[in-house]
């Protein structure tokens, strides 16, 4: 049973430029959440997909925005990158919405140059 | 502003003995909290939890407490061992749809 897989791994990009991320939820899991952790900090909540939509956000700008598809997988993307953006970007899964037992994946390292 | 605070960055126990990671929390609406474990290269793995109607959860070695009158909760290993070295992350829930971590604590178990 294959858990909580993202991609890419690692990613490099310009000041100004727009990032895809990917997230593929633990198998029966309908509930996707996305963190940025960044160096030497927590993770930090920046928004939760259920059904396709976007249920709960936290205190990150509009230039960050997510998808999730039929399937359950989902996307972040973020606009207009800021240096401040580098940073860890954590995906995780639970089986369903307010399920306190969420599952991580092992992360997408973004920097910005 | 940091919701859930986990005041000391590293802690180094030797094996065998008992570690006990700390955290505080301001908000005395979450209802639920859990201990992520993370090693280098790999994302927070779920280790205990304990909702906030209980004031103690026991799984195997791990222990965690809650007092809510103090806001305070304690992660504790008995006995501890190498493998147990990791950052220890805090985490507090409101309703299980929204999760506010702490800044982890790095554990050191020497051998």
């Known amino acids: 049973d294959a858990g909580v897989t993202q991609s890419p791994t690692h990613l490099i990009k310009t000041r100004g430029q727009q990032v895809t991320l990917r997230c593929s939820p633990k198998?029966?899991?309908?509930?996707v959440s996305w963190y940025q952790q960044a160096l030497g900090q927590g993770p930090q909540f920046i928004f939760q997909?259920?059904?396709?939509?976007?249920?709960q956000r936290g205190n990150f700008p509009d230039r960050f925005s997510g998808h999730q598809f039929p399937n359950y997988s989902s996307e972040l993307n973020v606009n207009a990158l800021l240096l401040g953006d580098s940073a860890l970007y954590l995906c995780?899964?639970?089986?369903?919405?307010?399920?306190?037992?969420?599952?991580f994946g092992p992360g997408t390292r973004l920097t910005v140059t | 502003d940091q919701q859930v605070k986990q005041n000391s960055p590293s802690l180094s126990v030797q094996e065998g003995r008992i570690s006990i990671l700390n955290c505080d929390y301001t908000?005395?609406?979450?209802?639920?909290f859990l201990w992520y474990k993370k090693y280098p290269a790999e994302g927070p793995t779920f280790l205990i939890s304990?909702?906030?109607?209980?004031d103690k959860n026991e799984d195997g070695r791990f222990t965690v407490f809650l007092n809510k009158s103090a806001k305070h909760l304690s992660l504790h290993i008995v006995p501890s061992q190498p493998g147990d070295s990791a950052v220890y992350f805090c985490?507090?829930?409101?309703?299980?749809?929204?999760?506010?971590f702490g800044t982890g604590t790095s554990l050191t178990v020497i051998p």
């Open positions: 985490a507090a829930s409101l309703t299980g749809n929204q999760f506010y």
């Open positions: 304990i909702s906030s109607i209980k």
């Open positions: 995780a899964s639970s089986p369903w919405r307010g399920h306190y037992e969420q599952y």
């Open positions: 198998s029966g899991h309908d509930t």
């Open positions: 997909y259920y059904e396709e939509e976007e249920r």
């Open positions: 908000n005395s609406m979450f209802d639920y």
